[in-house]
């Protein structure tokens, strides 16, 4: 009995940390929503590309953090260019297409990742101990301390930027209200641009801590691209606090259903709370009730 | 200071603008009377790009600026106070200030140390707002939204202020208000053009009007001149 | 700019013969282009043809991104293996692969299909990921990862050879068009469109949005189960793997490249992707194809340059995306390892250049060169007749409030509107009046109060309840279906009756000229009196009219007067939004005015014209002016 507890207390735990990481990935998502109302279907694709990117620069002979560095800009231009190629043409024509077309750039990434990193996947070198510290019994790697760290410090990063500095209160003026935003002197296209850049760099990111976990393929965009969408839209595009909270919750729950039901079962339950959750409350529980204007 | 030629704007189908030219003078305050849907809001958001003109000319300082963004023609000097005031609601009072001087705040620096001077001048006029500063402007109530969207188009130190429907959905008694503080703006020499529904009050504390009806100037002239005008009454009453 | 040809023939009897023709091509191929190979691709094609035209009833019909057609299709597959497994006939086991596909289906679509955009597709994407976890791990009935391998039941008692399973399925699929185009040209098919354009309007009409929604979804998985089925009995093997992201992507873009809304597009999205990998191997082909689709994209940058334009980003896009194409094509050794790469950027092309697929622009291009001839338009009948009045109240509101934030939109509004009588609301603009409308109709919830409309309380906050009870509106900020006729808009709205009725409801608001005219090139006078038929074609026994005469023109405001006045007449109870004040005048028994949310005076048109408040309310003058003004009325 006791045992059993320790065991489930361990997955969560190490599961947890890993959800911070999807927590990331999602507010990637949050970021260009609340920016442009558009979601890239093609992050996981970024992710991936990210850790590809640490991965090969690190390969290069740099020490990780220059690794790291690099991936971050590959995902600022990554996520820029989708924003440019993808998601503006399809606002321009005022419809749903941005979805269609996000997941066309992102088949493109994966077909160009699939030829020049091989299908394989690939072990993610990282600088610190394999060894793990013990904590009343239930132990915790360095390395999901590294992505625990990691995600929370990236998003503190991000969050500090939007609140206190005049560029971060400009996004969130266009989130709020575009036109008024341009009425102010701020160029909306711009700060949804940079928006998704900033989203890119946390998707590449999350790729350079999630790599070293999970090993670096091109098949680890789609899962991923997933789970970071059940997060998001469970807790609501709205509140990044919320996004932790599910996220980690998300991380554990995978974890013990697949102790408890087998491995094969281990994203099941977090499929089903996001329908019910959608079903339930679309804006999510943390997100706000969107009143429909005639 | 500003001229349009001709202007012909719309959304979707027709036009809901057709051909209207109208002057705006320096350190004058001119008015645009009309009925709702007349298509005093259209002209407003054409002049200052939120929709790209079908047609004519519009000058600033003698420059043409169709077919220019919002935010550009916005950092030339032209400010509107929206209809319906677009106030960002999720956000403070304070940020919403600060963003109406954005172009002039350093992006990363110590804003609010650069913008202190003119958030204070603002504060003195509507010390309202200095209370609440750091309430999210949505939870204010009428009056004080409209107060706040005056006072973040003052932030951007405008050469022309344009108000669109500024007593819109406010009780009487603050419209009163609203006009007083317009009446003061004018007395400090601001170049101002109003677009209103109450005609009587924009003729009061404007120099020069244009009557507007299904998107063409029907009558133009002095306000005192159109006041006592009776043509202008029936148009509202009947 | 060209004469065109004309064939005197409707569009529809055209179309029905090229199909024909080419099914029969179809049907005959075997016999030209031997093979088993060959046969089967024909069969893969069919299949694939079905599974689009089901998925076509969500990505293209519903406008929204479905992601669990490969999951409904891997149901229907298994369905159908497992009732092979059981000793089911064919017939027997297609149904139960329809079954399979159809009540999963229809479980997804109850939650999924009130949610919009990227909400639905993620639930979607999640029900696919799901069922593929569900087919993998149940092993003892799906036998998991290794898969099922399943023979090709009898047909009565008939074996069926490679050839003839062939023609079933080119049979099932002519059937499914068929019946998909049927389903769409009918009411039904309307109200999608309808509600595409606006889902506020067709609840507050009535038409219901979520009802139509859930059996259009429920008929594409029923089309996605009969395809899985005949994908069962076509490779015999089974696998959850395979019907997993790729596959999905797959579908979706298929359909997006040959044309949305339309079963042509979704055929020859199923013969492109059915014939992908064939042509990715023949290199000389594909080369020419990229090269041929490189020199449709490069015309309208060229076009725009040729006109001394700088052509925009959005024609150039497809331009440069085939480029890169034809560049990987021509230099790339392995181009089969680049084939997802390649298709992405096709299909890039594809969704920017043409929006409208493949089937889109043919039929645009086609519809410049012919001259179909136009439907018929029947004689009208019906029209505006005197509703039979019932004793009491149309309307009471009881305390009526509302606020969003800080501001009181309506505050503690308390009115009646008699049977048979016209109650004119007027106000400066932002006072409340729309909202108190959309109180009313149930698009918004009351905070606190109550509404009861013709003796009957819906609902709060439900436009169908609110509808139910009589209550109908049009749209201050207009609500057109702008894919569907001036014609058809009224077809849908109107509680059964045929296009006579629906004719008479246009001839009562002068737009019988104008029956065939899509609603997007109509005027913004036109859809006003639109709107006001669509309303009426419901039978209300409460009318708003929210700023009917907003943006008219002085002829139109005229008969429009005239409208309302017949409308009156006949008895229909009417709550009129209006600024006009020359409108209210002669129209309304009573008029109520508001400022700032709250009800300021009551009366009759006479009254409210001298009084002070509504005169201060309305133009704003100070206590010295009111004086004057209160002269110059006398």
């Given amino acids: 009995m006791n045992l059993d507890f320790l065991a489930l207390a361990q997955m969560a735990v190490s599961g947890g940390l890993m959800g911070m990481a999807y927590a990331l990935v999602a507010y990637g998502f949050q970021l260009t929503h609340a920016a442009g109302k558009a979601v890239n279907f093609g992050q996981g694709e970024l992710v991936m590309l990210g850790a590809f990117t640490g991965l090969s620069l690190s390969g290069c002979g740099l020490p990780y953090w220059a690794a790291v560095t690099g991936a971050m800009i590959a995902g600022a231009l990554l996520g820029w260019f989708v924003e440019r190629t993808a998601v503006r043409l399809a606002l321009q024509q005022h419809n749903e297409g941005w979805v269609l077309l996000t997941i066309i750039v992102g088949l493109f990434w994966f077909s160009a990742a699939e030829n020049i990193w091989g299908r394989e996947d690939k072990p993610f070198p990282v600088p610190w101990p394999e060894s793990a510290l013990d904590f009343f019994g239930i132990s915790v790697t360095w390395q999901e301390l590294a992505v625990a760290a990691g995600a929370l410090g990236m998003m503190t990063l991000i969050e500090l930027a939007r609140r206190y500095t005049m560029i971060g209160i400009a996004v969130q003026a266009v989130s709020a209200d575009q036109d008024a935003a341009e009425l102010c002197g701020i160029r909306s296209r711009t700060a949804i641009s940079l928006s998704w850049a900033v989203s890119g760099i946390a998707a590449a990111f999350a790729g350079t801590i999630i790599g070293p976990v999970t090993t670096v393929g091109p098949t680890m965009a789609a899962a991923l691209t997933l789970k970071a969408f059940s997060v998001a839209v469970v807790a609501g595009l709205g509140s990044s606090f919320g996004l932790l909270l599910v996220g980690v919750a998300l991380g554990a729950s995978e974890n013990i259903s697949g102790f408890l039901l087998g491995s094969g079962w281990r994203e099941a339950p977090a499929l089903i709370l996001l329908i019910v959750g959608l079903a339930l409350r679309p804006q999510g529980l943390f997100g706000k009730k969107i009143i429909r204007k005639v | 200071m500003l001229k349009t030629e001709n202007l012909r704007a719309g959304y979707s189908g027709d036009d809901a603008v057709r051909g209207i030219s109208i002057e705006v003078a320096e350190g004058s305050c001119v008015a645009l009377v009309g009925a709702n849907g007349a298509g005093k809001s259209t002209l407003v958001k054409a002049l200052c790009g939120l929709i790209e003109p079908r047609g004519g000319k519009v000058l600033f300082g003698g420059k043409n600026i169709v077919g220019l963004p919002a935010s550009e023609i916005a950092r030339r000097g032209i400010s509107l106070c929206p209809e319906g005031r677009h106030l960002f609601s999720p956000l403070t009072v304070e940020e919403n200030l600060l963003l109406g001087a954005y172009p002039r705040l350093p992006s990363f620096g110590p804003f609010r140390r650069t913008a202190s001077g003119d958030l204070r001048h603002i504060y003195e006029m509507f010390p309202r707002l200095a209370e609440r500063r750091f309430q999210q402007a949505g939870s204010l109530s009428g009056g004080e939204q409209q107060m706040l969207a005056l006072g973040r188009m003052l932030m951007a130190r405008p050469r022309l202020m344009i108000l669109d429907e500024p007593s819109m959905g406010l009780a009487p008694i603050l419209v009163k208000e609203i006009f007083k503080t317009i009446s003061s703006l004018r007395a400090t020499g601001m170049t101002i053009l109003l677009s209103e529904q109450f005609a009587k009050s924009a003729l009061l504390v404007s120099d020069r009007a244009y009557i507007i009806e299904r998107g063409s100037v029907v009558l133009e002239g002095t306000s005192a001149s159109l006041a006592k005008n009776p043509a202008v009454m029936e148009a509202y009453l009947g | ?634």
């Avoid at chain 3, 340059?305 to 990987?328: E, N």
């Avoid at chain 3, 002068?510 to 074609?537: P, T």
């Fill in chain 3, 1 to 634: 700019m060209f004469a065109g040809i004309s064939l005197g023939l409707r569009e529809n009897t055209v179309e029905r013969i090229v199909r024909t023709a080419i099914f029969i091509g179809l049907a005959a191929l075997p016999a030209l282009w031997q093979g088993q190979y060959a046969l089967g691709l024909l069969t893969l094609m069919a299949v694939y043809g079905v599974l689009l035209i089901g998925l076509d009833t969500t990505v293209g019909y519903l406008g929204q991104i479905n992601l669990a057609q490969a999951a409904l299709f891997a149901l229907g597959a298994y369905g159908t293996a497992l009732a092979i497994g059981a000793g089911a006939s064919l017939p027997l086991a297609l149904a139960a692969g329809i079954a399979g596909a159809l009540l999963p289906g229809a479980a997804l679509a109850l939650p999924a299909l009130r949610l919009e955009g990227p909400q639905f597709a993620l639930s979607t994407l999640s029900f696919a990921t799901l069922s593929i976890i569900v087919l993998n791990e149940c092993e003892s009935v799906t036998n998991g990862a290794l898969g099922l391998s399943i023979s090709r039941p009898l047909l009565f008692s008939l074996p069926l050879d490679a050839t003839s399973f062939y023609w079933l399925c080119l049979a099932l699929l002519f059937v499914a068009w068929e019946a998909s185009k049927t389903l769409f040209r009918s009411r039904f098919g309307l109200a999608i469109e309808a509600l595409r354009d606006s889902p506020t309007a067709t609840d507050a009409l009535g038409i219901g949005a979520l009802r139509h929604k859930v059996l259009a979804f429920a008929w594409g998985s029923a089309l996605a189960g009969l395809a899985g089925g005949l994908h069962t009995m076509n490779f015999g093997y089974l696998q959850p793997a395979a019907f997993g992201y790729d596959l999905m992507v797959m579908l979706l873009l298929g359909v997006v490249f040959g044309g949305r809304r339309s079963q042509w597009g979704a055929f020859l999205g199923a013969a492109v992707i059915a014939m992908l990998p064939n042509l990715l191997s023949n290199r000389t082909l594909f080369s020419f194809l990229v090269s041929f689709g490189c020199v449709l994209t490069v015309v309208p940058p060229i076009r725009a340059l040729l006109s001394h334009k700088v052509p925009l980003f959005r024609q150039a896009a497809p331009a440069i995306a085939m480029t890169l194409a034809v560049t990987l094509v021509f230099f790339i050794p392995n181009v089969e390892e680049w084939r997802k790469g390649i298709f992405a950027l096709f299909l890039f092309a594809v969704v920017v250049g043409f929006p409208n697929g493949i089937a889109g622009a043919v039929t645009a291009t086609l519809r410049q060169f012919i001259h179909f001839t136009p439907l018929p338009i029947l004689p009208a009948t019906g029209g505006i007749s005197s509703s039979k009045k019932t004793e009491g109240i149309a309307l009471r509101l009881s305390d009526l409030c509302k606020s969003f934030g800080g501001m009181r939109a309506v505050d503690n509004v308390t009115l009646d509107i008699g049977q048979g009588e016209t109650l004119g609301l007027i106000g400066p603009n932002g006072s409340g009046k729309t909202t108190l409308v959309n109180l009313i109709s149930g698009l918004y919830t009351p905070d606190s109060g109550s509404v009861e409309i013709a003796g009957k309380r819906p609902v709060c906050g439900s436009l169908m309840s609110a509808f139910s009870a009589g209550a109908a509106r049009t749209f201050q900020n207009l609500q057109p279906f702008h894919g569907l006729t001036a014609l058809e808009s009224i077809l849908v709205c109107q509680q059964g009756g045929g296009e006579s009725e629906a004719m008479g409801w246009l001839l009562a608001v002068g737009l019988e000229g104008k029956a065939r005219i899509r609603c997007s090139g109509m005027s913004y006078g036109d859809l006003r009196f639109l709107e006001i038929a669509r309303a009426l074609s419901t039978r209300p026994r409460l009318l708003m009219l929210d700023e009917p005469a907003a943006g008219m023109s002085k002829p139109d405001i005229a008969r429009l007067i005239e409208l309302i006045g017949s409308i009156k007449r006949a008895g229909v109870p009417i709550l009129l939004i209006e600024h006009h004040q020359n409108v209210v005048a002669e129209l309304c028994d009573r008029v109520a005015v508001m400022d700032g949310g709250r009800l300021i005076a009551l009366g009759t048109p006479n009254q409210i014209r001298r009084d002070p408040k509504v005169i201060e309310a309305y133009l704003g003058a100070d206590d010295t002016e009111r004086d004057n003004m209160e002269a110059r009325q006398c």
